[in-house]
T-cell receptor, first 114, second 114 residues
Framework: DGGITQSPKYLFRKEGQNVTLSCEQN?????MYWYRQDPGQGLRLIYY???????QKGDIAEGYSVSREKKESFPLTVTSAQKNPTAFYLC?????????????FGAGSRLTVL | AQSVAQPEDQVNVAEGNPLTVKCTYS??????LFWYVQYPNRGLQFLLK??????LVKGSYGFEAEFNKSQTSFHLKKPSALVSDSALYFC????????????FGTGTRLTVIP
């Protein structure tokens, strides 16, 4: 089935370590996104990429990095510079539905810093 | 700048009763509005969207939303609530700068009481 696969589902990290969250899609979507979800704050955009080898910062990019070497893949690295990384991370991609883009989301990755 | 507001953190409704989840928006031009639903520890799922045309938009699982330009609102509705409708609901507006990003509200937790 077509969709977005995020891994790992749960991840624990010690302070000072970098971690990378995987996001893979087989929907042939051009654009991909990373959101962070915290209780009571909704979703906030970290980074997005509209085409391969290109990406832009979202509203809360500090302490994060991404790459887009392949259309199918958009990994997110949470660096040690991110002061409060414990959160639920959602990857999404955009397809075209009746003239307006609709986001398809992965199941998410929950990162906990110990 | 565009934004959406969901004034209620929590909505409780009895099974079989009609439900409404409120959303108001702020944009400088014509809005592209969306509703998404999130079940526990899952990604978001698209419910419906308003781009143009009829003010009453029908979506998945029997949900509908009414676009009201004068009140800048896009409330989500369902005539008869099910216990399985209990979830977190997000309203979103599309970025009008051309980046196709979505700005999400803070979410409303709907609980349907048997």
């Amino acid at each position: 089935d077509g969709g977005i696969t995020q891994s790992p589902k749960y991840l624990f990290r010690k302070e000072g370590q970098n971690v990378t969250l995987s996001c893979e899609q087989n929907l042939n979507h051009d654009a991909m996104y990373w959101y962070r979800q915290d209780p009571g704050q909704g979703l906030r955009l970290i980074y997005y990429s509209q085409i391969v080898n290109d990406f832009q910062k979202g509203d809360i990019a500090e302490g994060y990095s991404v790459s887009r070497e392949k259309k199918e893949s958009f990994p997110l690295t949470v660096t040690s510079a991110q002061k409060n990384p414990t959160a639920f991370y959602l990857c999404a991609s955009t397809g075209r539905v009746s003239g307006a883009n609709v986001l398809t989301f992965g199941a998410g990755s929950r990162l906990t810093v110990l | 700048a565009q934004s959406v507001a969901q004034p209620e953190d929590q909505v409780n409704v009895a099974e079989g009763n009609p439900l409404t989840v409120k959303c108001t928006y702020s944009v400088s031009g014509n809005p592209y509005l969306f509703w998404y639903v999130q079940y526990p520890n899952r990604g978001l799922q698209f419910l419906l969207k308003y781009i143009t045309g009829d003010n009453l938009v029908k979506g998945s699982y029997g949900f509908e939303a009414e676009f009201n330009k004068s009140q800048t609102s896009f409330h989500l509705k369902k005539p008869s609530a099910l216990v399985s409708d209990s979830a977190l609901y997000f309203c979103a507006v599309r970025d009008q700068t051309g980046a196709n990003n979505l700005f999400f509200g803070t979410g409303t937790r709907l609980t349907v009481i048997p």
